[in-house]
């Protein structure tokens, strides 16, 4: 299977190549050319796995140089005592129609781990596959967790060296300790002023600067990247999204067959169009319900076709989703449109106008399989108290935007379909949030808070966050965002 780049403008590369890469000389995103179709004796299959089992046959179908035992072997190392529940994924119900996906059993408590423990496996083989001698350097721009994530995934891998980028204000305190304390000999973290986007650009453009490439060359090293535009991150997601219709169908909640909806706190919009790619592929899914918080860009989006991210960008309590351009849809516009040329044209609208119109035949192509919603910060802080209160169940921030979508959804229209939301951080991570969501008074802050959730609920905090305020802060610098590259060089010297 070969990929090729959503603006059409490079060649078409292998699955390890395009690990590699990273993002393709174009500026465009590597997308399968084919997407594999699956039939039901493939998901019965799955279901009789574990985790690793469901991962190593999803992964197979995409990454065709690598061999099953080979990836059996890297979901192995990848999925194991690194997460502290055996299932890795596990699936919580809430209610007869509702289950919640619980995806931050990793070692940094959100999502990412379940892209970026096994990520690096991935890029390492890619690499040996590609006779590359020169060491990848990872440069990443983070809204907070895929940077602790990255760097838990990549510290001391050999032949590695990673550099994250994170929002100077724009971060929890805990998700900044988490950063600031990582461990490993070849990293490094480095705060931007600015938000997100403006970190995600300055990357993107140090990405861009042939340049600089060529200095780095000189002196052994290579870009690459680890956010979710890298084909490497979103493959493995696409496996959970099996795995949790098995774990319905093995606990009897639905009927081999029978479709259920996924509801999913959306920022890049990478973990949703991995659910996209597990429907295309014959997974049983009905659709998609994109949930955002404030910056609300993909629910008008979806509604309207147009992408305008000429509007305010709000700093909530789901920082992970605080993000006004979603680098992932422009892959889900090539594989709904066919056409690269059709896609640059809007990428270099957005970044010319900040803004582009995909017009009625395509809009309704999403339409076809999104529905999108937001919830206000508000809302969704009386959201987490619901579920704890009706449920006993205690959701972080972005898991509660989900939940809140989700609800309002099913009260316009008068149904409950069967769903299952993804969680994508441990409560613990925002536990400033999540404690005056429930009432709580305190007067702590940062890492004490995770005692604090944990005295005030009576639920035990995951390990990797506790201790965190002992441990010894590493990496304090920040810069001005035209000055991200200068930085990169000074890492890389
Ligand atoms: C990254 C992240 C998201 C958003 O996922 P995308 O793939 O960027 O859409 C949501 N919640 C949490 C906790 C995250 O870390």
């Known amino acids: 299977m070969r990929y090729v780049s959503t603006r059409q403008g490079s060649e078409a590369v292998t699955a390890s190549q395009a690990i590699i890469r990273g993002i393709a000389p174009d500026g465009g995103l590597y997308v399968p050319e084919t997407v594999p179709a699956v039939d039901e004796a493939f998901i019965r299959a799955l279901c009789a796995m574990d985790y690793r089992g469901r991962a190593t046959a999803v992964l197979g179908l995409y990454l065709e140089e690598f061999s099953q035992e080979e990836l059996a072997g890297i979901a192995a190392a990848s999925y194991s005592d690194n997460f502290d529940c055996a299932a890795v994924a596990p699936l919580h119900a809430l209610d007869g129609d509702t289950a919640v996906l619980e995806l931050w059993h990793g070692p940094t408590c959100a999502f990412k781990d379940m892209a970026l423990q096994i990520m690096p496996r991935l890029l390492t083989a890619s690499l040996r596959k590609n006779g590359e001698e020169r060491t990848v350097s990872i440069l990443v721009a983070t809204s907070g967790d895929t940077g602790k994530a990255a760097l838990e995934g990549f510290k001391d891998v050999p032949g590695t060296r990673i550099m994250v980028f994170y929002p100077k204000d724009g971060v929890s305190q805990v998700q900044k300790l988490q950063m600031a304390t990582q461990e490993g000999n070849n990293v490094n973290v480095v705060a931007v002023e600015g938000n997100f986007d403006d970190a995600q650009t300055g990357v993107k453009m140090i ?68 659910g996209w790619y597990a429907k295309r592929m014959g997974l049983p899914v009905g659709r998609l319900i994109c949930a955002s918080n404030d910056n609300n860009v993909l629910t008008d989006f979806i509604a309207t076709g147009v992408y305008d991210k000429n509007r305010p960008f709000h700093l909530t309590s789901s920082p992970s989703m605080d993000i006004l351009v979603s680098s992932n849809l422009e892959r889900l516009l090539y594989c709904l449109c066919g056409s690269g040329e059709t896609v640059r044209g809007f990428m270099e609208k957005l970044a010319r106008e900040g803004r582009y119109d995909v017009g009625d035949a395509l809009r309704a192509a999403v339409q076809a399989e999104f529905v999108g919603g937001f919830c206000t910060d508000g809302e969704c802080g009386g959201e987490i108290g619901r579920l704890w209160r009706e449920h006993g169940y205690l959701a972080d921030t972005h898991t509660a935007v989900a939940s809140r979508v989700l609800r309002d959804l099913r009260e316009k229209e008068g149904t409950a379909r069967p769903c299952v939301v993804l969680s994508t951080a441990s409560p613990f991570k925002f536990g400033a949030a999540v404690l005056k969501a429930l009432g709580a008074v305190t007067n702590e802050t940062g890492p004490a808070l995770v005692d604090e959730l944990a005295a005030f609920t009576g639920v035990g905090a995951p390990k990797p966050l506790t201790g965190l305020g002992e441990k010894p802060v590493r990496f304090e610098k920040w810069v001005p965002k035209a000055d991200m590259e200068q930085a990169v060089s000074a890492f890389l010297s």
């Open 207 to 274: 990405f861009a600067d042939r340049d600089f490439a060529r200095t780095l060359d000189g002196r052994g090293y290579f870009l690459s990247s680890a956010n979710s535009i890298n084909w490497g991150r979103l493959a493995p997601q696409i496996a959970y999204y099996f795995s949790a219709y098995c774990d319905q169908v093995n606990a009897g909640r639905i009927g081999m067959g029978e479709k259920i909806d996924f509801c999913v706190p959306t920022g890049n919009f990478g973990d949703i169009l991995a």
